[in-house]
């Protein structure tokens, strides 16, 4: 079984500049979510997707973060300006509700560098 | 709001020695607990859960943790540890309720020394 794909791996950009990330989750899993990771920090939750639907973007600091998983597969997250502060690891995951597992399963993330 | 700590930021050990990593949540309520690990290099993995139950719960790679209700901690453990366990590890509480999210502690990152 082929893992969470995301790309690029590595992205460094001045800060205004716009940047976005893609993730690829696991077939058949209905739940992504999209976590950053700032250094010293464990993940914190940016946006949960259910299909193609949002169920919580509380966290998501809608002024300059969006996110997108139009056709309930793939997903993108974009950062439009970035500042200095938004240098961290975006960490896509996947979870199948199917059988009330609760594992996400997590991709390789993107490094992100603002300068 | 929920909050997880992990009061051991960075841990060494020698191989063979015996290792105790705490995690401390504060809600209430009904709780999912889970440490996840991140080997160098590697993408974060499930090592344990527990939702109900057993307090004791057996995860990958010998390692186990206790749910002890009443001190609101998930400690981590293994007798015996090795080279290998090398990584970062982190706990992580969800409420056990409708769509709650996974909120993750900072993390306790591991050198086991050969």
């Known amino acids: 079984e082929a893992g969470v794909a995301q790309s690029p791996r590595y992205k460094i950009i001045e800060k205004r500049q716009s940047v976005a990330f893609w993730c690829n989750p696991i077939?058949?899993?209905?739940?992504l979510y999209w976590y950053q990771q700032i250094l010293g920090q464990g993940p914190k939750l940016l946006i949960q997707?259910?299909?193609?639907?949002?169920?919580?973007d509380s966290q998501l600091p809608k002024d300059r973060f969006s996110a997108e998983r139009l056709k309930g597969v793939d997903s993108t997250l974009k950062i439009q300006p970035a500042k200095l502060e938004d240098s961290a690891v975006y960490l896509c995951?996947?979870?199948?509700?199917?059988?009330?597992?609760?594992?996400?399963?997590f991709g390789p993330g993107t490094r992100l560098t603002v300068t | 709001a929920q909050s997880v700590s992990q009061h051991n930021h960075h841990v060494i050990l020698s191989e063979a020695a015996s290792l105790e990593l705490g995690c401390n949540y504060s809600?209430?309520?009904?709780?999912?607990l889970f440490w996840y690990v991140q080997y160098p290099g590697q993408h974060l993995q499930l090592l344990l859960k527990?939702?109900?139950?057993?307090?004791l719960v057996k995860g990958i790679k010998g390692f186990e943790a206790e749910f002890i209700k009443s001190k609101f901690s998930f400690n981590l453990r293994k007798p015996s540890v090795q080279w290998s366990d090398t990584a970062e590890y982190f706990c992580?509480?969800?409420?056990?309720?409708?769509?709650?999210?996974?909120?993750f502690g900072t993390g306790t990152r591991l050198l086991v020394s050969p």
């Open positions: 995951a996947s979870r199948n509700i199917a059988g009330g597992s609760y594992e996400q399963y």
């Open positions: 077939s058949g899993h209905a739940t």
């Open positions: 997707f259910q299909n193609n639907g949002v169920v919580d």
């Open positions: 809600y209430g309520g009904t709780v999912n």
């Open positions: 527990y939702f109900s139950g057993d307090p």
């Open positions: 992580a509480v969800k409420k056990n309720t409708g769509f709650q999210k996974l909120v």
